[in-house]
């Protein structure tokens, strides 16, 4: 697969902003600071984590990752002024933790 076919956007939703305004301003000793090098990124369903992984070296030379986890998330049943309900399509999300010392993705 292509790269811009793997990588399909960024997915930042308000709950992931919230929580890492929250990791901020509670930041302690005993905290990770993974939440500042983590992204989550929407990708094709046939995507595995070796490809996703190319992809995002490769849209990106100066940043190289760390690891990437992987999730199928069920489209929605949606209902609109029918009787028949519809379905959203399915999804997956990865979430790239860059390496120690790299530079921001965005």
């Keep these: 697969m292509d790269s811009f076919t ?7 939703s308000e709950k992931t902003q919230h929580l890492k ?3 901020t301003f509670r930041r302690t000793q005993g905290m990770k600071d993974d939440v500042d090098r983590q ?6 369903v046939r ?8 992809a995002v ?3 990106f030379p100066k940043v190289k990752v760390a690891s990437v986890n992987t999730s199928r998330m069920n489209g929605k049943t949606k209902r609109a002024r029918t009787r ?3 379905r959203t399509s399915d999804w997956k999300k990865a979430v790239i933790t860059l390496k120690e010392g790299e530079i ?3």
């Design 84 to 86: 028949v309900a519809g």
């Design 57 to 59: 070296e490769e849209l």
């Design 6 to 12: 793997v990588i399909k956007g960024l997915h930042d």
């Design 21 to 23: 305004d929250l990791y």
């Design 104 to 106: 921001e993705l965005l």
């Design 47 to 54: 995507a595995n984590k070796h490809q996703i992984r190319q």
């Design 39 to 44: 992204y989550t990124l929407r990708v094709d």
